[in-house]
């Protein structure tokens, strides 16, 4: 499995991005996926997460109601959709396949930068 995240960038404080994690591989469509994120000096943080169907959504309490998981099976890929985007939401964010729901990880890909300026 590989994973590639792309749509980072930098945009003012209220601005939207979306971001894209395309996956390889024929499994996708029956693997849980999640976004984390980790800023400078910070730990790895936990951002959103979503089943194989895309029936059950998680988001941290930090970006609910802002970010939006989802995903096409079609097309092997993975979103977050970011809203009212702030400076503290700068990071790199990672998405990552689910080994065991709800929180065991196995694959990341490599990260793409989202820089939020004031």
């Known amino acids: 499995v590989q994973l590639q995240a792309s749509g980072g960038g930098s945009v003012q404080a209220g601005g939207s991005l979306r971001l894209s994690c395309a996956a390889s591989?024929?499994?996708?469509?029956?693997?849980?996926m999640g976004w984390f994120r980790q800023a400078p000096g910070k730990e790895r943080e936990f951002v959103a997460s979503i089943t194989s169907r895309g029936h059950v959504k998680s988001h941290s309490d930090s970006v609910s109601g802002r970010f939006t998981i989802s995903r096409d099976n079609d097309k092997n890929t993975l979103y977050l959709q970011m809203n009212s985007l702030k400076p503290e939401d700068t990071a790199v964010y990672y998405c990552a396949k689910i080994k065991r729901w709800p929180a065991t990880y196995d694959y990341w890909g490599q990260g793409t930068l989202v820089t939020v300026s004031s």
């Open positions: 591989g024929r499994t996708f469509r029956v693997d849980a």
